[in-house]
């Protein structure tokens, strides 16, 4: 049974900085990428990063040049470096992964496996 589990949300000003982790267990069958969402309140959830098994990024524009993305294949771990933090930024954030065959799409309806969320919520 595949578990993901998010730490390191919280609350922070704008321009400071948070990183997400997430800890993934039984995932033995892999898809070829895990990444981060966030679903603001009233709105749908939203490819935030993805990491292919090869190391290539995907970014979603609005989080371009502010957020990182990596991961450490040993500990099963996911992480996510977010500065520069706007009031905008405000969501729950999910670490997702893929299951074997999926298209490294970063869209919701391509990841098979997800977390329960962390908040994050930055103040102006």
């Known amino acids: 049974q595949v578990q993901l589990v998010e730490s390191g949300g919280g609350s922070v000003q704008a321009g400071g900085s948070l990183r997400l982790s997430c800890a993934a267990s039984?995932?033995?069958?892999?898809?070829?990428?895990m990444g981060w969402f966030r679903q603001a309140p009233g709105k749908e959830r939203e490819g935030v990063a993805q990491?292919?098994?090869?190391?290539?990024?995907l970014y979603a524009e609005s989080v371009k040049g502010r957020f990182t993305i990596s991961k450490d294949n040993s500990k099963m771990t996911l992480d996510l470096q977010m500065n520069s933090l706007k009031p905008e930024d405000t969501a729950m954030y999910y670490c997702?992964?893929?299951?074997?065959?999926?298209?490294?799409?970063?869209?919701?309806?391509?990841?098979?496996?997800w977390g329960q969320g962390t908040q994050v919520t930055v103040s102006s």
């Open positions: 039984g995932y033995n069958a892999r898809g070829p990428c």
């Open positions: 997702a992964a893929q299951g074997p065959g999926q298209r490294c799409i970063l869209e919701e309806n391509f990841y098979k496996y």
């Open positions: 990491i292919h098994i090869d190391g290539t990024t």
